[in-house]
């Protein structure tokens, strides 16, 4: 029995532990999560090294690397500026240029960063249209304006990409098949219909 200065007996009250109520540990989760944050550091550090030689040694295959990098980033900015499809917000603007900074690539002039950016966002297309040209034709263009410049010349139409008309198809599908909802029952048949005879005319073709 425990007494006090008092002679009194110390009545010891159990401790009481809060509870938490946490979810199970995902292994599986945690390792590909660990695995793509060391991925995209690498991505990031390789293309630091490329830009910090571009002085001494530029080639496609460097500015290649530094749009992976700075893709990274803009994606991060465009998650935290809220404004994915406007790349002129002012938050999306100012969190980029923050990014670039943080990492090493805060001297490279935006003219730059932008098209190094979409050199990577098209690296397959623009890679493909390279393969079409003389050797001593890929030797020369190395620099991301270069590249963009000549495959957007080459593979547009009327000023506009495939990719253009493909966004233009994709909305007025989405105008007309919202149109023939509007119409009367018999209507809708008939328009349907049109669309299943064009089809089999273009097959026939």
Same mark, same amino acid.
């Given at each position: ?39 995209? !550091?690498?991505? +990031? ?6 830009? $910090? @030689?571009? %002085? ?5 295959? =460097?500015? *290649? ?24 917000? !002012?938050?999306? +603007? ?6 670039? $900074? @943080?990492? %090493? ?5 935006? =003219?730059? *960063? ?35 410049? $000549? ?47 064009? $089809? ?6």
């Amino acid at each position: 029995m425990a007494l006090n200065d008092l002679g009194e007996e110390i009545i010891e009250r159990p401790i009481t532990l809060p509870r938490f109520n946490l979810p199970p540990l995902d292994l599986e989760t945690e390792i590909r999560e660990a695995a793509a944050k060391v991925a995209e !550091r690498r991505i +990031i550090r390789n293309g630091l090294d490329a830009w $910090r @030689a571009i %002085g001494r040694a530029q080639s496609f295959e =460097s500015w *290649r690397a530094i749009g992976a990098a700075l893709s990274i980033g803009k994606i991060r900015a465009q998650r935290i500026a809220g404004e994915a499809d406007n790349w002129r917000d !002012r938050n999306y +603007i100012y969190e980029f240029g923050r990014w670039m $900074r @943080a990492h %090493g690539f805060g001297d490279m002039p935006k =003219s730059v *960063r932008s098209v190094a950016v979409e050199l990577h966002e098209n690296i397959d297309a623009i890679t493909a249209w390279r393969t079409t040209l003389p050797e001593r034709q890929r030797c020369r263009l190395v620099h991301p304006l270069s590249n963009v410049r $000549r495959w957007r010349a080459a593979t547009t139409y009327n000023g506009k990409s495939p990719a253009d008309y493909k966004m233009e198809a994709v909305a007025a599908w989405r105008k007309f098949v919202s149109c023939v909802a509007m119409l009367p029952a018999a209507d809708q048949a008939a328009m349907w219909s049109m669309v299943s005879q064009a $089809r089999i005319t273009d097959a026939a073709a």
